[in-house]
């Protein structure tokens, strides 16, 4: 049902740089805007970036996004204990008279 | 506070139907669209469908139609995701999560804490 693309895990030692990559398509990513979602263990998703680079209030600004043609990517700058989870990309999908699309999903281990 | 309450785990055998709750608070229930995403067992997120509390109007994902009916009571800031036919592969937890539109952009705001539906005969 995927139809945006991740890695399946990243990870790195506290304070390091990692970035998740997310493959789209003309019809999701490359003519919508782009949503993060971060889910810790056992808790809802919560939203980390939207409108492709905006943070909401309360999200650290280790959290950045970024958006080039038909791929996006998060980058967690200062790998931090806490950011141990699943990460999401979301888009709009025009095709099928319109539906929210997923990313595969990403886990991040702190190592 | 904006909160999303959901109704409690299920358990359901094969063939049969269940009808997931999700109580909104906190803002006016008709502005907003409701939509549905599920996650299986160790698996990634998966958008369902929507509902608009204030027409009663829905679009649901190409692999529910048919099986899946989202409605609402606006007098209790109710929405309510109904799915029939169950199978073991409908096992899933079910979040409700509200929907926020600009003209600019859109995102799932706030979720709900998720429904546990375990089919299983």
């Known amino acids: 049902q995927s139809v945006l693309t991740q890695p399946p895990s990243a990870s790195g030692t506290p304070g390091q740089r990692v970035t998740i990559s997310c493959s789209g398509s003309?019809?999701?990513?490359?003519?919508?805007?782009v949503n993060w979602y971060q889910q810790l263990p056992g808790t809802a998703p919560k939203v980390l970036i939207y409108?492709?680079?905006e943070r909401p209030s309360g999200v650290p600004d280790r959290f950045s996004g970024s958006k080039s043609g038909t791929s996006a990517s998060l980058t967690i700058s200062g790998l931090q204990s806490e950011d141990e989870g699943d990460y999401y990309c979301?888009?709009?999908?025009?095709?099928?008279?319109?539906?929210?699309?997923f990313g595969t999903g990403t886990k991040v281990t702190v190592l | 506070q904006v909160q999303l309450v959901q109704s409690g785990a299920e358990v359901k055998r094969p063939g049969a139907s269940v009808k997931v709750s999700c109580k909104a608070s906190?803002?006016?229930?008709?502005?907003?669209?409701m939509h549905w995403v599920r996650q299986a067992p160790g698996q990634g997120l998966e958008w369902m469908g929507w509902?608009?509390?204030?027409?009663?109007?829905?679009n649901y994902a190409q692999k529910f139609q048919g099986r899946v009916t989202m409605t609402r009571d606006t007098s209790i800031n109710t929405a309510y995701m109904e799915m029939n036919s169950l199978m073991s592969d409908d096992t899933a937890v079910y979040f409700c999560?509200?929907?926020?539109?600009?003209?600019?952009?859109?995102?799932?705001?706030?979720w709900g804490p998720g429904t546990l539906v375990t089919v299983s005969s």
């Open positions: 906190g803002f006016i229930f008709t502005d907003y669209f």
């Open positions: 979301a888009a709009w999908d025009d095709r099928l008279n319109g539906r929210d699309v």
């Open positions: 003309s019809s999701d990513i490359g003519v919508n805007t």
């Open positions: 509902m608009n509390p204030h027409s009663g109007d829905t």
């Open positions: 409108y492709d680079n």
């Open positions: 999560a509200r929907r926020i539109s600009t003209g600019y952009y859109s995102l799932f705001d706030y």
